[in-house]
């Protein structure tokens, strides 16, 4: 049977590359032949030497522009240029840095920082402040720039902030569950739509009552909080609520009009079409519609280069949809666009190889591709097929067969890397647990110890090789997207070499309503990433909630549950980055979230008119480094 397997292997190299050619010869045709009755840019060239011009591969562009409406498609890459949070994150420093925000602290009960002498964090005090049980919360006092104004000129002062806060926390007013779920360690709390518990203090809304004393001349900048006691509990209040202006949705949010309304008023809908943000862009909403989007660049924006120039040189920047790829990538090698915002496959970098004037960022990804099994459906959703995903050991024979290294070369032309089974990058070194690795890495080794676990559970075999249980072959669907059709081919001659049948099932537009959340899938591919900014959401997300999360095959480990809690809670940092070593291993031997790959992020651009583009991990040419570092090239003055 061996050698059965292998030659369909290898013929399902040859057909693979076969395709491969053809997507090339098909693109190449595409840029050599007319195109006839395609989507192309309404210029024939890029006729504003002042404007970026960016491709966008999309169904079409929203009409709507208030942050918290979607966080699909382009929606938050505009929300995230018009508006701005309280701070942005540095993964390589671990620090906040400002935004609206200039600084923050830790405080004691009478305000006063919780710092060293340097001005870092001073842990130690942390835990002696609020280790015991009498303590229900952290203080943190946050100060932010005092020169920041609206788009529509009026100041932004912290009661935007309270505002923002206050309203995210009460869903009555906003109808946002995604604004509950960024405030969710937040201790400020609404019921019905009645405030139960404050958490927010500034000058106007009790800080002086609370004991917190704020100076007159400070009280449009300083907001205290009163957060869980949860290291990470700050990064979504500092870094996913973008701040909203008090004065433009304060007089129309109400009961009846909910900030995010799926049947706005002409009031409401109008803030949506012409959004009133803090951020270095503005949209031209004259220009905007549904075929492009049009910002101009702030020249009152308050955070500027060391030097006090502003931040960004670019006056205008113009999105173009586009609805396929091969037509975006043919309107940028013909100079109708500057670059692609969207990746693209490793399957075109060969195209682009000898091309002149093309920037490829080939950047490091930040998602692991895991393949999710369903370990405990629920009940109504229960069969002796699908059951066998609640034995751990078939779980380790199936995660024995995966080679991630013939995925890495086949899948993704080797722009990707490998990873842990304790899913955590291996460049985070202060809590990265090599000890999570366990299996062997010969694959030969795996193969042969993942046929012996299976062979003691079910020896018998059909004529195709394929195990049997009861008489029927072990058959398994993996939901997936169209794209991702090419990695579960692999992963069907993958598991065939222990038996193990699996196929492609469409995942459709809302694969978590249809399918994830109520167990009607066996197995499905999902990207995660885990760093120590989103760890204390995303490890209870992923392993311990049950319902409407991230945890998809509805995993229960009590261990696991309370090594996560004891993690989340602690205030020693020594001993949070001790615990996370200690999860790592756990999470390998369950085998239900099984790595697969973690892909480069691959993206294009132009640099005939702009140079300066940057490559950042995990993101695309078009990134914030990107924007403040590009300028105009000899030949685009």
């Known amino acids: ?49 002042d404007t970026l011009y960016i491709g966008s591969v999309q169904t079409s562009f929203p009409s709507a522009y208030m942050p918290w409406l979607s966080r699909e498609g382009i929606a938050p890459t505009i929300a995230g240029l018009l508006y ?24 004691d009960e009478d305000g006063i920082p919780i710092v060293t002498e340097d001005g870092a964090i001073d842990y130690a005090r942390l835990e002696e402040a609020y280790g015991g049980p009498e303590h229900q919360y952290l203080a943190v006092k946050v100060i932010i720039h005092d020169n920041i104004t609206w788009s529509d000129g009026e100041p932004l002062t912290v009661e935007d902030v309270y505002f923002s806060f206050d309203i995210a926390t009460n869903n009555a007013l906003s109808n946002h569950a995604g604004a509950l779920a960024w405030t969710s360690d ?46 990470g509990s700050l990064m979504p209040l500092f870094t996913s609520v973008l701040i909203l202006p008090e004065h433009v949705w304060a007089p129309v949010v109400s009961f009846e009009n909910q900030l995010n309304s799926t049947s706005p008023n002409e009031e409401i809908l109008y803030r949506y079409r012409n959004p ?44 173009m949809l586009y609805q396929e790829i091969n037509v975006a990538i043919y309107a940028l090698l013909k100079g109708h666009i500057d670059l692609l915002g969207n990746t693209v496959s490793s399957n075109y970098l060969r195209l682009f190889a000898n091309e002149e ?16 099994f369903n370990v405990n459906p629920v009940a109504s959703e229960q069969n002796p097929i699908r059951n066998l995903l609640a034995n751990k050991e078939f779980r ?61 559970m079910m020896p018998e ?20 997207s169209p794209g991702e059709q090419d990695l579960i081919s692999y992963l069907q001659i993958q598991f065939q070499k222990i038996g193990i049948e699996v196929q492609y099932a469409a995942k459709g537009a809302q694969p978590e309503s249809t399918y994830l959340y109520t167990s009607r899938f066996d197995m499905t591919l999902h990207g995660v990433t885990f760093s120590l900014s989103n760890i204390d959401i995303m490890y209870p997300a992923h392993f311990s909630t049950l319902g409407r999360t991230s945890n998809y095959g509805r995993l229960v480990n ?15 940092l020594n001993t949070k980055y001790d615990l996370i070593k200690e999860i790592q291993p756990m999470i390998a031997k369950e085998y239900y979230k099984v790595p697969l790959y973690t892909p480069n992020v691959i993206s294009v651009a132009r640099t005939d008119r702009f140079e300066g583009y940057q490559v950042v991990d995990g993101s695309t040419v078009f990134n914030s480094a990107s924007l403040q570092n590009l300028r105009k090239t000899e030949r685009g003055r």
């Open 558 to 572: 009590e261990e696991l549950n309370e090594a996560i809690h004891e993690m989340r809670f602690t205030l020693n």
């Open 84 to 107: 701005d949070s309280l701070f942005s994150y540095d993964e390589e420093s671990g620090t906040f840095l400002p935004s609206i925000g200039l600084e923050w602290y830790y405080v």
């Open 357 to 372: 004037d093309i920037f490829v960022s080939n950047a490091p990804g930040e998602f692991i591709q895991t393949l999710v």
């Open 461 to 480: 075999r059909d004529s195709a090789g394929y195990r049997l249980l009861d008489g029927k072959r072990v058959t398994f669907q993996i939901l997936g």
């Open 1 to 49: 049977m061996g050698q059965n397997f292998l030659s369909v292997s290898k013929l399902f190299d040859e057909v693979n590359a076969m395709v491969k050619r053809l997507m090339l010869l098909l693109v190449v045709s595409i840029i050599i032949i007319p195109l006839v009755g395609c989507q192309v840019a309404t210029q024939s060239h890029r006729p504003d030497p």
């Open 276 to 319: 009133v943000g803090s951020g270095p862009w503005v949209l031209n909403a004259e220009e905007s519609n549904s075929q492009q989007i049009v910002l101009h660049r702030r020249p009152d924006y308050h955070l500027t280069k060391e030097d006090g120039s502003p931040l960004i040189e670019l006056d205008t920047i113009q999105f």
């Open 186 to 231: 937040l201790r400020h709390a609404y019921t019905n739509g009645v405030l139960t518990q404050k958490g927010l203090f500034t000058y106007d809304h009790g800080a002086a009552q609370q004991g917190y004393e704020i100076a007159e001349e400070d009280r449009d900048r300083v907001i205290y909080l009163h957060v869980n006691k949860v290291l």
């Open 396 to 456: 380790k024979a199936m995660a024995l067969a995966i080679d991630q290294e013939e995925l890495v070369d086949k899948v993704l032309d080797g722009a990707g890397r490998k990873e842990s089974a304790g899913l955590m990058k291996a460049s985070l070194v202060d809590f990265y647990n090599p000890l999570a690795d366990t299996l062997p890495t010969d694959a030969e080794k795996r193969l042969a110890e993942a046929n012996a676990i299976l062979d003691q």
